[in-house]
């Protein structure tokens, strides 16, 4: 994420411009849809 992506508003809300939540909506998306072992099996 760029530095000039989150806004701080007058009550201390983070908010992201279009580019910054892109980037934060397909990091959440690779870390949902990577596979993992549960009980000896890999699962996605």
Do not use: H
């Not at 201390?12 to 099996?41: D, I, S």
Request: charged share 30%.
């Amino acid at each position: 994420m760029a530095k000039g992506d989150p806004i701080m508003t007058e009550n201390y809300n983070l908010r992201l411009r279009p580019t910054g939540g892109r980037k934060v909506t397909e990091e959440v998306n690779r870390w949902f849809n990577k596979t993992v072992v549960y009980q000896g099996k890999e699962s996605t």
